[in-house]
């Protein structure tokens, strides 16, 4: 049988009828499309897909009970590895992860393996019956501090093992950046839930409304909870704005606050009890996976139109492949080598209490031009003069990533962050304290989730050996 | 869920209620502030501590009805339940070195006043305080402030109780006087904090502003609570819910954040009607 060059592509909502909802854009693999899919996977001797996954999923192992229908068999593999799989398959970027190394990709399109893991994951959350069952317990106390991926997956591991692990998340929700960032139309909340109730019966307990550094200290989970060890995967932060004059007029927001009031208050509802800015004309600042959530939600929410503003061009865009490509069938507009100056508010110099005072009116931007790589290895986009123009918005929202939450350094003494704020750990994910280990978005900054899970999981080993040896 | 373990009518529009939050209490220092959400998709408020109970594990906030959110946390009963309450957030009101205070409240501002004048009490410092509201009809704490206060000025805008005027009239006269303290806090709407460092700053008198914009999180999450500060190394953007909520007022823009916190003004207000229509029905049934 000839091996089909292309990879199955993905059934989706159709562009104009899903840039009006918030159903799920990417509707899966059939198990008929799953099974031709999996046929085009060469089982190599040396594997190089499981080397450009973070947390180093069996790939080849699960395409061949794949490939025999054993979809059961097929997520037992990919669970063996990674906590998340419905997650993962949804929202990593596999095309410079594992699908970059594939040896189909020399010559062909790679391995469809993202699409395969979720259409196995998917499966598996329909028709399992089987409840996890925790293991025997091992006596030991472990606190985790977050309930994002890199939180969710050290304590699934370490719950695996045995350990008696509490998960502590500041928002009234668990699920972190997979609740409050990315949006239902990407990762549909009730399958964050599912992972999350998976935990609990692993004997996880999940306390919401906790904030490690404001409501318990890193010391009082020690001292007087007895826990012996703790993961802080706290996340993202203070959110960064570019400095520019107009950042605070209303109708600015930061896409940390947009997603949040969207994702986690549901304000995407009719008549939402937490209100967000529907319709008008939006600019999204920023390339990344956030900036493409943020403008696909604007869309999504009534806006009618949506720009996307980045300084360097389509080739630099650090988003998703196909976030990038879902985005510009529905209708995105690309505003690239550009970059804002200013934002620009109305006022009425007639009428001081004219309810627009205040607001958004435009974004002013120049035109860029890329130069010589940077440190990065990016190519360094550069101001052309009096290239100024103004675009006409209502909203602005900045998308250009977070420091590290401050809350956990201010209250733990001996706890050393770099430069930027994020904890120094070193490569077992141990921090400058005993038994205190991070990571995820509070060690690196914002990065990908499979990034956060890959740091959780190697802390929940590091925590292992050291509690086991004690 | 979070047990309303006691609820007062303060005046109509303004309730204390206790809530059952041990790990809370155990920590809430004057001028920290907490979050609550009423119920199951409601919206997150922030609400400053009014007072702890440590022993007894509570937590007493103090709010009036002033858009639909606070319309119906004012309709949970006593013994009833919240769907969230977290905290305490922000950082507590400085005290050290601060042996002589003023400290200024205006309307349900001086609910968060309170503990901080207390608090002062407590430390044995000379605590001056002047509390204002629009009228009569809203006038609280003035029994639990004259307990904590070496000297209490009670104003009202309309007259109708206290003397007449409002709260910068009292700090004007002491500071002209030739009064002096190691600093005036001041907690309550923008409009009169503004006013209160106006007044502040014509006799230099150093002055402490509690800023409590529109926020979600409240852990250093959103930035929806960022605010301008005017320093000497330029202007510099600060989050309320971490670097606040206390800020030297000389430094606030305060136009700024009177601007921000109107953001979502005319929703609010037809959340509101719509919000006291429902629960006019419910009566009326």
Redesign the interface.
């Known amino acids: 049988m000839a091996l089909d060059p292309k990879k199955h592509a993905m059934p989706s909502q159709d562009p104009q009828v899903r840039a009006h909802n918030f159903d799920e854009v990417a509707l899966g693999y059939t198990e008929e499309i799953a099974l031709a899919e999996a046929q085009r996977c060469l089982n190599c001797k040396n594997k190089p897909c499981v080397a450009g996954c973070p947390v180093n999923v069996n790939i080849p192992d699960f395409i061949m009970k794949a490939k025999e229908g054993d979809w059961e068999g097929a997520y037992q593999i990919i669970n063996a590895t990674s906590t998340l799989p419905a997650v993962c398959g949804r929202v990593c970027p596999q095309e410079t992860q594992c699908e970059a190394k594939c040896t189909m990709g020399v010559k062909f399109e790679p391995v469809g393996i993202g699409r395969l893991e979720r259409f196995v994951a998917d499966w598996h959350n329909a028709n399992a019956t089987e409840k996890a069952v925790a293991p025997e317990s091992n006596g030991h106390k472990v606190a985790v501090v977050g309930s994002g991926p890199a939180g969710l997956t050290c304590a699934g591991d370490l719950a695996k093992k045995g350990y008696k692990v509490s998960v502590f998340e500041?928002?009234?929700t668990a699920g972190g950046v997979l609740v409050?960032g990315i949006p239902e139309f990407r990762l549909p909340k009730a399958i964050v839930a599912r992972e999350v109730e998976g935990l609990k019966d692993l004997n996880v307990d999940i306390e919401?409304?906790?904030?490690i550094g404001?409501?318990?200290t890193i010391d009082e989970l020690f001292d007087e909870m007895g826990f012996e060890a703790v993961f802080i995967g706290s996340g993202?932060?203070?959110?960064m704005?570019m400095?520019i004059p107009g950042?605070?007029l209303?109708?600015v927001?930061?896409a940390?606050?947009y997603l949040?009031?969207s994702n986690?208050?549901?304000a995407f509802r009719d008549?939402p009890?937490?209100?967000i800015m529907k319709g008008g004309k939006v600019a999204v600042v920023g390339g990344g996976n956030v900036a493409m959530d943020a403008a696909r939600t604007a869309l999504r929410l009534g806006a009618e139109h949506v720009y996307i503003v980045y300084r360097r061009s389509m080739e630099e865009l650090p988003a998703r492949k196909e976030e990038v490509e879902h985005a510009i069938e529905e209708g995105i507009d690309f505003r690239l080598l550009n970059n804002p100056v200013e934002i620009l508010g109305f006022n009425n110099p007639e009428d001081p209490r004219d309810?627009k005072?205040?607001f958004v009116r435009a974004i002013r931007c120049i035109k860029m031009e890329l130069g010589e790589p940077d440190a990065s290895g990016r190519r360094r986009p550069i101001p052309v003069e009096g290239s100024e123009f103004e675009l006409e918005v209502d909203a602005v929202i900045m998308a250009l990533g977070?420091r590290p939450?401050?809350?956990i350094k201010n209250t733990t003494k001996g706890l050393e962050v770099n430069r930027k704020g994020g904890f120094v750990v070193n490569e077992d994910g141990l921090t400058s304290r005993e038994a205190v280990y991070a990571g995820g978005d509070a060690v690196t900054g914002a990065a990908t989730v499979i990034s956060a899970m890959g740091a959780g999981k190697l802390a929940a080993a590091s925590i292992d050996k050291y509690l086991s040896g004690k | 869920m979070y047990k309303i373990v006691r609820r007062k009518s303060l005046k109509p529009t303004v309730t204390q209620l206790e809530i059952e939050a041990p790990l809370v209490a155990r920590k809430a220092k004057p001028g920290q502030f907490i979050i609550l959400r009423v119920d199951e998709d409601g919206e997150r408020i922030p609400l400053t501590v009014a007072g702890v109970n440590p022993e007894e594990g509570t937590v007493k906030i103090i709010f009036q009805v002033v858009g639909a959110t606070t319309e119906m946390l004012n309709h949970v009963p006593e013994g009833g339940y919240l769907q969230d309450f977290v905290g305490p957030l922000g950082n507590a009101t400085e005290t050290e070195g601060i042996k002589k205070v003023c400290i200024v409240g205006g309307g349900v501002g001086c609910a968060i006043a309170m503990p901080v004048a207390q608090e002062f009490h407590r430390l044995g410092a000379d605590v001056t305080s002047i509390i204002g509201f629009r009228s009569e009809d809203l006038v609280i704490l003035e029994e639990e402030f004259q307990a904590c206060s070496n000297k209490l000025y009670v104003m009202t805008d309309d007259g109708s109780y206290g003397r007449k005027g409002n709260v910068t009239v009292p700090l004007d006269e002491m500071l002209a006087g030739g009064e002096k303290f190691d600093m005036i806090i001041t907690i309550g709407p923008l409009i009169m904090m503004k006013f209160v460092t106006l007044t502040a700053k014509k006799y230099d008198a150093p002055i402490t502003v509690s800023m409590s914009p529109i926020m979600i999180d409240g852990t250093g999450m959103c930035g929806g609570c960022r605010l301008t500060v005017h320093t000497e190394e330029g202007d510099k953007m600060k989050f309320a819910c971490v670097d606040g909520p206390d800020f030297n007022g000389y430094e606030v823009d305060f136009d700024e954040a009177i601007s921000r916190s109107r953001m979502y003004f005319e929703y609010e207000r037809h959340a509101h009607e719509a919000a006291c229509n429902l629960f006019k029905m419910a009566e009326n049934a």
């Open positions: 500041a928002l009234h409050y919401t409304n906790v904030i404001k409501t318990l993202a932060g203070l959110p704005f400095n950042e605070s209303k109708g927001f930061s940390n606050e949040t009031r986690l208050m549901k008549e009890k937490t209100p309810p005072n205040g977070t939450n401050p809350l």
